[in-house]
C-alpha cells in the first residue's frame, strides 16, 4: 500500500486555507489543521469533510505554542507544511502592530524551530503583493521590491520571507516556497465554503457582496482620480480555487527543489473597482449602489502579476475567470448570508 503524505496546514479552518485542505484531500493527502479559529469557523472543516468524504485531523491551538507544536510533530509523521496562520487586516495592523508582529513574524519562527526540531524541513510560506511595497512597475515579478511596505502588516510579511532565506542559507535542508498572492475572491462552486470576515468587511468583494444582499446601503469606491482607464483602482484577482490548486503544485515542485522559491500566484490580469463592480451585476443580475469617496491611506492605484514564472516552474496557470469569480461569490453570499454563523 503506498503510504499517503502527510501535510499540516496551519490557519486551515480560514478562507484560503479551507479551500487548500479541500484540494489536498482530493488530491489524496492526510491532512492535519492547526488553527486557533480567532478568525474561522470549525464548521468550514466539517463541510470540506462532507465535500470529500475524508476528514483532516485536527488540532485546536496557536501556532506560537512551541509545546503543542513539538507533540504535534512528535505523535504524526509530518512531511511539509502549509503555513497559512496569520493576521490580515491592514487598518488592525497600524493600531495594534505588536499583535501582527506576535502572530505573523514570532509565529513563523515558534513554527519554523518546531520543525527543525522534529526534522520537518519542506514549508510553503503565504505571502502577499504587499511586500512589493509601492511603486512597484506592471506587470510585478518576483525580482521587484519597490521600497518597504507602508505598513504593519505588509513589513511582518516581509519579515518573515527574509527570516526564511537566512534560514535556507544556514541549512541546505530546507525547501520553502514563499507564495505571494495577489488578491484572492471567489468560493468553492458549491457555495458551502467561502470567505467570511468578522464585521465590516475591508476588502472589496466582501464588501459588494453585503451591499448586493442588502446589508449595507452602498459600496464606497476610494478614488476614482488615480492614473488607470477610469480613475478607480486596478487589482489582480485571483480565484481562490485556482490558488489552492497553486499550493498543490507547489507542494510537488518543492520534493525537487531546495533554498527558497519565490511565486506569484496571479492571473496577471487587472480589473478596475468598477469593472469589478460591472462584472457583478453582469454574472448575477443585480445592482450594486455604489458612491465615490475620498482615496483609502496606503492604496495604490495599478497592481497586478506577472505569473510567468509560476508557469514556467510549477506549470500552474490560473483558469478561472472574473466572471466565475463574481458567480461563486455571490452563490457563498446568497447560500450563507451570514457566513458560518447561523
Ligand atoms: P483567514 O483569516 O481566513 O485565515 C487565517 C487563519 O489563521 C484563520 O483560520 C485564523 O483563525 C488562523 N490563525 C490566526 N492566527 C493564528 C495563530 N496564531 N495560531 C493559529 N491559527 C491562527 O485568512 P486568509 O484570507 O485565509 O489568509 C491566509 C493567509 O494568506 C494569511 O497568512 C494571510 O496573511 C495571507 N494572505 C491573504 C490574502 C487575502 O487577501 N485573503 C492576501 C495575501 C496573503
Ligand atoms: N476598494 C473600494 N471599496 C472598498 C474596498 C476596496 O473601492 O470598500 C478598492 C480599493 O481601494 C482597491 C481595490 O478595491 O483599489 C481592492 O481593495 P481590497 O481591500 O480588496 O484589496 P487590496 O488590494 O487593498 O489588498 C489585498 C489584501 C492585502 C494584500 C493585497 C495584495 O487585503 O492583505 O491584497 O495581496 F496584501
Not at 301 to 328: F, I, N, Q
Amino acid at each position: 500500500m503506498i503510504e499517503r503524505k502527510v501535510v499540516l496546514i496551519t490557519g486551515g479552518a480560514g478562507y484560503i486555507g479551507s479551500h487548500t485542505t479541500l484540494v489536498l484531500l482530493r488530491a489524496g493527502y492526510k491532512v492535519l489543521v492547526l488553527d486557533n479559529l480567532s478568525n474561522s469557523s470549525y464548521l468550514s472543516l466539517k463541510r470540506v469533510s462532507k465535500m470529500t468524504g475524508t476528514a483532516p485531523s485536527f488540532v485546536h491551538g496557536d501556532v506560537r505554542d512551541r509545546r503543542l507544536l513539538d507533540n504535534l510533530f512528535r505523535l504524526n509523521k509530518v512531511d511539509s507544511v502549509i503555513h497559512f496562520a496569520g493576521l490580515k487586516a491592514v487598518g488592525e495592523s497600524v493600531n495594534d502592530p505588536l499583535s501582527y508582529y506576535s502572530n505573523n513574524t514570532a509565529g513563523t519562527v515558534t513554527l519554523c524551530q518546531a520543525m527543525a526540531a522534529a526534522g520537518v524541513c519542506s514549508l510553503i510560506f503565504s505571502s502577499s503583493a504587499t511586500v512589493y511595497g509601492n511603486g512597484a512597475t506592471v506587470p510585478i515579478n518576483e525580482e521587484q521590491m519597490a521600497d518597504y511596505p507602508t505598513n504593519p502588516y505588509g513589513r511582518s510579511k516581509r519579515m518573515i520571507e527574509q527570516i526564511l532565506f537566512d534560514l535556507a542559507r544556514s541549512n541546505d535542508k530546507w525547501s520553502i516556497g514563499v507564495l505571494r498572492y495577489f488578491n484572492p475572491v471567489g468560493a468553492h462552486e458549491s457555495g458551502l465554503i467561502g470567505e467570511d470576515p468578522l464585521g465590516v468587511p475591508n476588502n472589496l468583494l466582501p464588501y459588494l457582496a453585503q451591499v448586493a444582499l442588502g446589508k449595507m446601503p452602498e459600496l464606497p469606491i476610494f478614488g476614482d482620480d488615480y492614473e488607470t482607464h477610469d480613475g478607480t483602482g486596478v487589482r489582480d484577482y485571483i480565484h481562490v480555487m485556482d490558488l489552492a490548486e497553486g499550493h498543490l503544485s507547489a507542494l510537488t515542485a518543492l520534493e525537487t527543489r531546495s533554498g527558497v522559491n519565490i511565486w506569484n500566484l496571479g492571473t496577471g490580469k487587472g480589473y478596475s473597482v468598477l469593472e469589478v463592480v460591472q462584472a457583478f451585476e453582469a454574472a448575477n443580475g443585480c445592482n450594486v449602489p455604489y458612491r465615490i469617496v475620498g482615496r483609502r491611506p496606503g492604496d495604490i492605484a495599478v497592481c497586478y502579476a506577472d505569473p510567468s514564472k509560476a508557469a514556467r516552474e510549477l506549470g500552474w496557470h490560473a483558469k478561472l475567470d472574473l466572471t466565475t469569480m463574481m458567480r461563486d461569490t455571490w452563490r457563498w453570499q446568497t447560500l450563507n448570508p451570514n457566513g458560518y454563523r447561523d
